[in-house]
């Protein structure tokens, strides 16, 4: 991130700064939901295909697989998620003086 000082010698964030660490955040944001959602939408989509084959059109039947499929996708991912966001909030810390100065 670039730094500029002023007129005291002060570190100041610029926008380029607040611009990158919004976009940090929303990828790190959408990586780390990716895998839930993408495995929700999956059995979803399995199940209305299920469901439009053999013509049950049971509104429940999508919600038990799913919450099961998206809590099994959270316990697989959990690990990779939280290096993640360790990964993410790290250097955030790290620069904590320079970002609210």
């Known amino acids: 991130m670039p730094k500029r ?7 100041r964030m610029t926008p380029d700064d ?4 919004g976009q940090d ?6 990586l780390a939901s990716a895998p839930m959602l993408l495995s929700g939408m999956a059995i ?6 299920f469901q439009s ?3 049950i059109q049971e509104i429940t ?3 038990v697989p799913k919450i099961v499929v998206v ?19 790290r250097p955030m810390f790290g620069d904590f003086h ?3 100065m």
Request: aromatic letters at 12%.
């Open 5 to 11: 000082r002023d007129d005291k010698g002060v570190c």
């Open 18 to 21: 607040i611009v990158f660490l």
């Open 25 to 30: 955040a929303m990828r790190v944001t959408l």
């Open 44 to 49: 979803g989509l399995i199940i209305s295909i």
């Open 53 to 55: 084959v053999t013509q």
């Open 61 to 63: 039947l999508t919600f």
């Open 71 to 89: 809590l099994f996708t959270l316990v697989l991912f959990l690990p990779w998620m939280i290096s993640l966001l360790v990964a993410y909030s």
């Open 98 to 100: 320079r970002l609210v």
